[in-house]
């Protein structure tokens, strides 16, 4: 057994939960918190709206934080801290974490939208000042002063200027504080933070960096079989008989699981569980359930309306279309992409008759607590999902299937279960993002000025009350589970930020959409973003106006003015109409593009100025250099922040620049990162981030808003390079090169 | 059953496999606990399983046990700890130049084989040297800086 794992334990001490992190090392350490059946004697609560739901103090002083939400990467193990630091006033080094488990830690909803900081952290951030207050009142008591002859240094409770003291492991060590958050309790002015606003580092690096952090990938249990699912050749194909022979050859391989079409094999050894998985002989009926391809927008065009739903409207767009105006119209087009994790899913299950524990790198486990309860034929209370890292997610990738899996084989070979995902499965079958359709229309009047802007989006219906994505395994096992499709709010900024009298964004929500979607990195803003942002710039161009002014013209709210203006700046920004006329003969043409969004019209703002040179031969496009400017509230760990605008700017590139899933008619037949590229080094740019701290606004998200502006950003540098307008990612050369040649035709 | 000998982070290990032809990857990450490399595709296109063996930096998911011979292995694990990390690490930790982590083994492994033999790069040299690792994390512009200022401090 892995000795790193035997280290990690839950221990008892004095009545309360003590986790061992082995926080006397650099390096956090996962907890391997036992499926503990001391969980309810122990007493710990997991309501939402308790402090000791988030909150333990020990008798050592050190405080666990018992956070629902999770860190998929994105750094919030460090910003959560700070929020607690600053708020309880004790050291940072000095706070615990467990995140995600459903035995241990409050549901807050799963760990997407970009709410970990904004709602997760401050609902946490609420029950530290709840405790704080507490303690100091316990304090004041104690040493028989008045609370407001207290104050707090370094988790030590003492009479201002000096004094006698009390450490908060005096004061409440090992007890539970039996409070409700009190969502009045005094907070800290952001005057007076010195933890919230300064960058920290990151707890987990020194473990991530020396090979010592531990992944669900890495997660062994005594007895662990090693399994692999093996997927039919069409999507809903049925499996029409098995030649168990062929993998008898194989050493170790313990059985062959099939559950209707679910079909796996279980080895000892991890490997030969991959030969067997690759040399089992089955036969399936065949499935061509897929669109063609190359009509796939024709496809969504023509899909099956479930409603209609208004997103936006003021003024009369009808008429005012129907006017004397100049009218534009474009369609936009982004295609189906993958998560695409470096790590391919991985989860482990252990499932006996009466219970069962699942480690996985769900951002959604008690979502899916009860499904899998479902699944499994146990009561919810029985079933327990602990969250451990996996790769980046970036949304719901195949992380939920995998444990799936793991737990549905375990429940048949009655062993512990670990079920490692190939990377043709990772392409291949985790959900995807859906592809998005947008028309928009707009008139400008005979002074250049919009007069109506329209916006209809064919998008894929959210099931209404869907508890959780389907999964595979009980889908192909012809186990009962809740169907439909939901691929979170895609419909988010279909609408323009800009003031136009005559607006009207409509959503036709599509019944069906081809292959099993879900949520991916900033769920439909980006497409949406695309669009809105591209077409303004095609309005700006027949107006004849400066991209950058015709914005700013059409904006009022002066934090969306602040990091435009800031972009422009810190860029260089050229005033003058696209295209550019400098150059229109050279070899490699060069462009600047600007794009706005503010993030679900209530969250963060962000622009992203670019600049780009387009190779005329080739269509290849190279961007030189991205400027963002930055606006999300309070700022709660600035290096944090920067990190995931950085993987916002670059991921969105990627995305913009080469991603798109194919598929023929049965399965989906980008597989591989040969087959599905993304962005390398080489083509990586130069990235210049402003941060714009707001200490007194709330904080709001920054893991998904960067992505949203990238792609029009490109689209419009490119079009102000090369006069051609792409309107359909992803931009690859051959696509490029094809909108440059109808354009000199 | 066949038996390798395997020299491993300055260890001499012995390996039992049913198949000579496991990949390394598994050897390391099963048999001797090694959980630094990472199963990433299994086809030699990510770089996150990445090893040394004899001094260069391979994609352990593609190279056969059989295969290492008598060449010494060295993982992640072989270069520092949490509490003394290779300059490479510590610079990595420096420049806090990982989000999930997952690639990052192939990032440092690549990266210190490549600077033995190139110990004054330049940043377009250390993106030409990292080309075909992947990160999906977006962390690229972190590594990059890290790998620098890393190639400084083994200068120094």
Redesign the interface.
Known sequence: MDTRISRRALLKSGGVLVVSLGLGRLGERVVRAQPAPADAALGKTVAADAVDGFLAIHPDGAVTLFSGKVDLGTGVRAGLRQMVAEELDVPIARIRMVEGDTALTPDQGSTAGSYTIARGGVTIRQAAATARGALLRLAAERLGRAATDLEVVDGVARVKGGGPALSYGDLIGGQRFDLPIDPKAPRKKPADYRIVGRPVPRPDLPAKVTGQHLYVHDFVLPNMLHGRVIRPPAIGATLLSVDERSVSAIPGVVQIVRIKNFLAVAAEREWNAVRAARALRASWSTGSGLPDRAALFDTVRAGAVVRDQTIAKHGDVTAALAGSGRLLAATYQWPIQTHGSMGPSCAVAEVTADRATIWTASQATHRFQSAFARMLGLPKEKVRLIYLDGAGCYGMNGHEDAAADAALMSKALGRPVRVQWSRQDEHGWDPKGPPQLLDLRAALDAQGEIVAWQAQAWLPANTAGLPHIPLLAPEAAGIDQSIGQASGMIQQNTDPPYRIPNVEAVVHWLRDTPLRPSNIRAPGKIANTFATESFFDEVAAAAGQDPLAFRLRYLADPRGIEVLQRTAARLGWTPRPSPQRADPKGSVLRGQGIAYVHYKHDEAYVAMGMEVEVERGSGRVRVRRVVCAHDCGLIINPDGLRSQIEGCIIQTLSRALLEEVTFDRSRVTSVDWASYPILKFPDVPVIEIELIDRPDEPPVGAGEPASAPVAAALANAIFDATGARLRTVPFRPNRVKAALEARRA | MARFSLRVNGVTRSVE???PN??LL?VL??DL???????????D??G?CTVLIGGTARRSCVVPVRAVGNQPVT???G?????R?HPI?AA??EE?A????????GM?MTAKAWLDKHPRPTE?E???A???????????????RAVLRAAQALRS
């Open positions: 496999t049913d198949d496991t990949p598994y990450r099963n606990g090694l959980h630094g490399p990472k199963f990433g595709c299994g086809l296109q990510c996150s993982t992640l694990e270069l520092g700890t949490p509490e990390p690490q990595f930790i806090q990982a989000q999930c982590g997952y690639c990052i083994n440092i377009a250390v993106k030409t990292l080309a075909n690792n992947l990160c999906r994390c977006g962390t690229h512009v972190r590594i990059v």
